[in-house]
Each structure stands twice: as structure tokens, then as C-alpha cells.
């Protein structure tokens, strides 16, 4: 049975004598368990990679451990973990089938014949390609996603603990990795291998992931299903990662019970106590914060209703289920343009037109202002 | 990482001592092997060559008894000064005339609409791919008191009293290394006219600029690095020269010749140590002058889109492209036709060739059978080795890029620009006379000759593709559970394969012909068919010496041949870096 997995205190430092120190992993702690997939999201250079090759033993922490069960893993040699992993560029050997490219580590690893052409041809079948494998061409032949595929199959043969997959999926075409990121799923599922899985695709870690956790310069955000992350992002940056969120800049009115009173520009709103992201000491009345809305929060109208904002419509987009309008608010409420997810067509609103924007009730959630981007 | 896995249970109760076993050693072992090589055999033997140059004429080495000797005879002897004097000579003007001969030849066939492109390039290489020794001889049969190309020459030039100057001397090394080294000027100025992109050139033409003009402020500037690069080239080339001096120098020395003559004549191994440094420093002072001026006149291209090269194409200028072509092929390769038609005659004094024969080839078996298993022997093991060091070497510092990389790059490289009389000057320095390890006369010292003056080859072949080759593949191995030395094998060797043996390729076919190192190392027991070949001019026996040249060139060329046919193209390019 498989272990959990738990970085204590992770730092990674690069290049820590030298001149230019990069901090690319800070007081990571988080514990992964036993057969779950877990998805490490966040945008470019925030330290998915690094964490990786720390864990695979690629690269040395600078501080901090991380456990197996409870067998310290930090300081063993990479070649004596027994982890599996998968590559963004899928490092086949050209120079051997993909028989040999899949037996790799059963080599390695002195097993007899037998074994290995009986593990080999399980773990294509696993996978998918049976019908390859009796081909047994060289890699180079063979399509991107049947690349990807005995790339897999190479990193599952030997019964790693652990299953590493860097951007599995960035090397394929859009149509291929919405297939293959359920391929993997079910992959793992069959094995039942704790696998890291790392993207910058929010929508494929929602997809692929049990849990996920969205890390930024380093910093793990936050943890969480993808379902919590959406629903209860803890501040403005998780938020607007998992799925897009529209802010608005506004000013704390004042604290009614359970009920948090904002101005926005003159307007006023409402939102729950329970819904704010933020400390509570951040809701002393003069303090500004943000009002988050998902696009299918708010609601566009031609004439001005109660709560509203103005703006003008830029775009207006069908997109099948829902209409997008983007909308330009006044630079005080908002620097960026909002977009909203109508139902249908609102009736006698065209591009260009000045538009009133109001929030749906109870939905909004409020954010400090830190850290948003 | 099972519970049950013994390793890591035994890291759960790990000690620092236990740690540190836990590690890979078996890599540290391997690339040691490289390093210490390189210490004993190139670096060390350098440091002993700049002790002996400020020592007493002697051959034991002793760090007693500092002199300026050796330096002052650059001075006081009538010689020396004639020889430094020579070297510089010969190679500015060799230089000079390989880039009046390659840059036009380079525009003409990169910019002038002319037939069968890829065969003057090919023809145009072959040159610096045979033995440089060879091309001295046959001119000497072409253009000696009554070769056939001085009279024609002389009868030419009649009309306006000139006489063609005689072939030994300073005239004939010029000729013959202009005629060897000239494709290197050629290939690079080729390659820089036809990758120049064209609009630059159409844009100064819509400003209202004559050709001329573009010429001179537009083409002749982009391509002027690649042009220092080729002159540095020939200059180091022409200045470590050793064969054709040796064979048509005459009275006339040069460095390189210069110490063989302290060397041969007197053992006098201090004398030649000073002579060595002399002749480094030089060439040192050159390249450092190459650079800086390349460095001032770097341009990147500005340009995202560039328009197909406008060939010339007037009757004029193509009628004068094909001949200077045609002219300078034939030139070039005139040594390499004599050569195998003296090879079936007694002699060619006069016009033309006497007495036919096949004696030449028959004999080959009885008196140089010797010398063909030395030459083989001793180029094959060589090669071997160089591949096994060149790939160490350049997996280190590429993959494990330790501290000194740069360092390490930088004595690997160095034989590249020493000449090879300089090479066995330094381990001569190191193992003769009094040294701890004696090596003189030895197949040994031939051998690690070979590896220090080649091995940059195969290093520059394999660093360029372990460049290109993605870390991942290695690591990879290496997560799946391998070892250092599994991965190196499996997977670092078998993806470099094709970079070392073609470096390998360009060692074997360069050390068959080697004569500039061996001339100062061998021995009786060692001698190799270049040796022999040069013996036999020394004799006078010409068709002995074409005989053993047509065998050197036909082993050469099957082998550049055969290796042009599995590799493409890649073979011609290595050889101009070469
Ligand atoms: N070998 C290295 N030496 C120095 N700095 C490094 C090295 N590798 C990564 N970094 C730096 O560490 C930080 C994290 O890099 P990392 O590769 O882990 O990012 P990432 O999240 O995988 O990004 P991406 O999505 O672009 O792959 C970056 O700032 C990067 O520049
Ligand atoms: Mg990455």
C-alpha cells in the first residue's frame, strides 16, 4: 500500500552563493495522500517544475524534508527513490523500440525476460497500445498522443510509489489533451499511484485533479477540490486563477450584523459576513477592498435598476449557452474590462451602448486588496 | 519507497557517514580518468617547455640556472633572425593571397550564376584534406629547373622579362601553402556571401548607391568576421607548417623547421623550447588581434524577412567567374594528378615522365610494410582514444559544468592552435633526458602526441551535439532507477555515437598523414609511411615517395568517401573548422 507524501517546510534556493539567488520555493508544507491525484497549478515560473525535480531528487532543497510515510526522502539519491515520471518533451529514446524505451527500468532493474515482456505488454495494454507494441517501432514513429501514451507506460512499468507528470499534456493539440487528460485519469485510477500532476491549464487541473493546489512565486496559495477553489477561493489571485473573476474597487460603508455594507463609487452593496476573503479587521468602516463577481453573477440591464453601475458594452459575444458582454466601467470601479455571462440576449443592448451593472444578491465576495495579482 | 524496500529503511536510521556512501561515485572515478590525462600529458609537459625556454642549452631538465639563451639567439644568430623573420613572411603573405584567391572565388560561386556549384565546392575542398607534403613535392617536379609548368610559365612571361623564381625557397612555400590552404578562405567567404541577406544590399541600391559603393560599405563589412575568422585560419596554419618547409624550404627556415634543426641536429631541446614559445607567442598575439577586431565589427541582423539573392548574371562576369574558378581548381589540385602519374614512372626530371613501371607499387609490401602497421597502428589507437577522451571531456563540461568548465574547455582546445613541431617540443620536454618518465623513441609518445594535438576534434564534434541533446533524456534514465554509469551508457553514448564518430572519422584521416609531430618523436621502430614519404624525397626517390602518397590518398579518401555517404554533407563542414 502507498504512503502519504509531505513536504515540511520546502525551501528551494538556486544558486544560493552566487549572484543572483532565485527564491524559487518558499516554506512549502502540504501533504499529499495515499492514491490521490493531486494537480499543481499556477502561472509561469511560480516553481510547479521545482517542485517536481526536488521531489524526484532532480534537484537538492535547500531546507525543509519530505516524508514518504515516515521515511525521510530529502537526501536519498534520485536513482533510489523508485518514483516515475513523465517529461513535457516525453524524453523516448530514439535510440531503442519502444519495447525497450517501456522496459527501461524493469533493466534497470535486473528483471528476468519473462517478467518484463509480461509487465511490458500489461502496461501498453494499460495504456492503450497493444497493437503498437507488436509493430514495436522506434518512438519517432509514432503520433503525439501514442508518444505521450509510452511515455506513461515507461514511468508505470516498474510499480513506481509515486507518479510525476510535468505538463504531460502542453506537447499535444487542444483536441488531444481534453482526450488525454481523461485518459491519465482513468490511468490512475486503474493503478491507484499518488500522482503530482502539473499544469498552467486551470481548466485541465480542475478536470484531471482530486485536490489541487495553486502556487504563485513560489508560495503555496492555497489547497483545496476544485470545487472549494471555485466556490471558496481564499483571496483575489486564487480567485481569478480558478476561473475568471471581475473586480470591483470599493470602500468599506460600514458592519450591519452579518452583513458587510461597501461603496462602490457612490453606490452601495451588500455582501455576507461569510463571503468576505479577507481579515476581519479589514472590515473597519474607510478600508478598501474588492467586490468579487463571476461572470454569471452579474446582470446587465438597459435601464438603471437598484445597485447599478454604469458602463459602456465593448464586445458583445454568443458563445452558445451564454452570451459574454464586455463591459468598460469607469476607471475608479475597475482598470479592466468586465465580462459577463448573460443567459440569453438582453433585449435592445448593442455595442456601444451605456449599460447598467448589477450583482446578483449574496453572491459577491469581498478580498483585500493584497496580493492580487 | 515501499515500507519493506531495505534502502529506504536503512536511510530511515541514516547517518551522515551513510549518506555519503549513498552517493555515486562511479562517475567521479570515470571523468578523474580524463582530468589526470590531460594534467600529465598536456598540461604539465607546457609548463616544462616555458622552464627549459629560459634554461642553458642542455636536455635535462633542472630548475636550476635561469638563462635568456635560448631568447637571445633570436638576436645574435644570423640564422634565427632569418627564420623569424621567414615564418612571418611567409605566413602574412600566405594569408594575404589565400584571401585574394578565396574571397573572389567565394563571391563568384555564392553570387554569379554558373554551372556545377556543389562540384567546385567539393573540389574545393580536397586541398586541406590531403597531406600538405604531398602538394611540396610535386611542385617541385612541376616547376624544378625544367618541370613542365616553369617552362610553360617562363614562355608566358617572355614578353615581359620575368622568370619564374626558383621552387625552394621562399617562393615555393608561398605557392604551396596558398595552394593548400586557400579553401578555408574559400568555404567560410562562400558561406557568408550566400546566407548574407540581400535586402540590406537592394535597400543601399533604392538609396541611390553604385555597386561599388555597396560593395564597399554594405557586403564587405557583413561578411568581414567570417573573413577574420578564415584569415586566422590560414595564419595559424601557414605559421606551424611543418611539411612543406621541410621538403622545399631549402636554405630558407622557418620556426617550425627551425627547432627540428635543434632538435636533429643537436638535441638541443632547451634551444627548441625557447624557439616553441616564440612561435606561441605569435600566434597567441594573432588571435588575440583577430578577436579584437572581429569583436568591433559584430553585427547582428536586424532584419525579420529577407528576399531571394539576385545572381549575377552578364556574359562578362560569368565567363570571368568560370575561368578564375577552373583556374584556381586546377592549380589546386595539379599536385594530387602529378602525383599519381609519377607514381608509375622512375623519374620525371624534364618535361616529362621516363621509364614506366610498376616497381614503385611492388616494392611497397618488402620496404614499407613497417611503416603501413605503424601508420595504421598508431592513427587507429590514437583515434580510439581521442574518442573515448574528447567525449569525456566534452560530457563534462557540458553535463556536469564544474567550475573551471571554462578552463577545461580552454587547454582542450589549446593544441588546436599550437603547431605540431611545438606538441613534441612540450612532451619532449617532459620525458626525455632526466625526467622521471623517459617516453623518448617510444610508441607511447606518438600516441599521446596524436591525442593531444586531436582530441579538440572529437571534443568540438561532441560538445555541439550534447548541446542540442535535451538533459531530460539523461534524467529520465536516471529516475527510472539507473545509475550514473547505466545512464552514460545506455543512453549519454549511444545519442552522441554519430558526433564521435565523426570526429573520430576527421582524427583517423588527419593522423594518417601526421608528419609535423612524428618527425620529432619517432624512432626507428616507429617510423610511419609520412616519415618514409618525406625520407624518400630527402633521397630523391620520387616515385617511391608518389607510390606511398597514392596508397595514403586512396585510404583517405575512401574513408572521407564512405563516411560522406552514411553522415550526408556533414563531412565537408567539419573539415573547414579543421
Ligand atoms: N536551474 C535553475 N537555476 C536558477 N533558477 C532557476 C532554475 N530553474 C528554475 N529557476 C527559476 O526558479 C523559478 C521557478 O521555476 P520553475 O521552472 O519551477 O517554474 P514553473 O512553475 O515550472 O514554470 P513553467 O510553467 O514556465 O514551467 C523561476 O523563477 C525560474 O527562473
Ligand atoms: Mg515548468
Known sequence: MSQNLTYEAVDKIYDEKGKNPVHALKDVSFTINAGELFCLLGPSGCGKTTLLRSTAGLETISSGRMMYGDVDISTIPPYKRNIGMVFQSFALYPHMTIFENVAYGLRVRKTPDAEVKRKVTEVMELVGLQEELKRNPSPTGLSGGQQQRVAIARALVYDPDILLLDEPLANLDAKLRRYMRAEIRRIQKATNITTIFVTHDQEEAMAVGDRLAVLKKGVVEQIGTSDELYTQPRNAFVSNFIGKMNFLESTIAGLDGDMVHCKINGTELVVPVEKCRCHMDRLAAGHEVLVGARPEMLVVSKEPVARSVRGTVKIIQHLGQFVRYEVDLDRTISETIFEIDMPGMVRGVHEHDDVYISVKPDVAALFSKEGRE | MKKNSPSMESIGAESRT?????????????????????????????????????????????????????????????????????????????????LLIGIPM???????????????????????????????????????????????????????????????????????????????????AYGAFASANPLLEEAAMLMGAKKWRIMRTVTFPLVLPSLGAAALLVFVRAIGNFGIPAMIGGDSYVLPTLIYFEVNGFWNINGASSIAVVNVLITALVLWLQKYMVSKHEYETISASRSEMKLHEGKAIRIMALVFCLLVLIASLLPQLTIIIMSFFTKWVGLFPEGFTLQNYIRIPTYSHRELFNSFYLSILATFLCA??????????????????????????????????????????????????RLTGTYTIIVISYMIRRTPYVYRSVAASLTQLNPSLEEASTIMGASWFYTFRKVSVPLILPAIISGSILTLTTLLQELSTTILLYSGKTRTVPIQIYGAVADGKLGEASALSVVLLVVVFIIVYGMNRSQGNKMASAFKMG
Open chain 2, 18 to 98: 551513510k549518506r555519503f556512501f549513498q552517493k555515486d561515485f562511479s562517475q567521479y572515478l570515470v571523468l578523474a580518468v580524463p582530468m589526470v590525462f590531460l594534467a600529465i600529458f598536456l598540461l604539465y609537459p607546457m609548463f616544462t617547455t616555458l622552464v627549459r625556454a629560459f634554461m642553458a642549452p642542455a636536455d635535462d631538465l633542472a630548475f636550476h640556472g635561469f638563462s635568456l639563451e635560448g631568447f637571445k639567439q633570436f638576436v645574435v644568430s644570423r640564422l634565427y633572425r632569418k627564420s623569424l623573420y621567414n615564418s612571418f613572411v611567409v605566413s602574412i603573405s600566405v594569408t594575404l593571397l589565400t
Open chain 2, 106 to 188: 567565394g563571391y563568384f560561386v555564392a553570387r554569379v550564376k554558373m554551372p556545377c556549384k556543389n562540384l567546385i565546392l567539393s573540389l574545393g575542398i580536397l586541398p586541406v584534406i590531403m597531406p600538405s607534403f604531398v602538394g611540396a613535392f610535386t611542385w617541385v617536379i612541376l616547376m624544378g629547373r625544367n618541370g613542365i609548368v616553369r617552362v610553360f610559365l617562363n614562355w608566358l612571361l617572355s614578353p615581359f622579362g620575368v622568370t619564374v623564381p626558383s621552387i625552394y625557397g621562399m617562393f615555393g612555400m608561398i605557392l604551396c601553402m596558398t595552394l593548400t590552404y586557400y579553401p578555408f578562405v574559400f568555404q567560410l
Open chain 2, 388 to 437: 573515448i577522451l574528447g567525449s569525456l571531456v566534452a560530457y563534462i563540461t557540458e553535463r556536469k559544468k564544474p567550475k573551471g568548465a571554462a578552463l577545461l574547455d580552454l587547454s582542450v582546445m589549446a593544441p588546436f592552435i599550437l603547431p605540431g613541431t611545438v606538441v613534441s617540443i612540450a612532451l619532449l620536454s617532459a620525458f626525455s633526458g632526466n625526467s622521471a618518465i
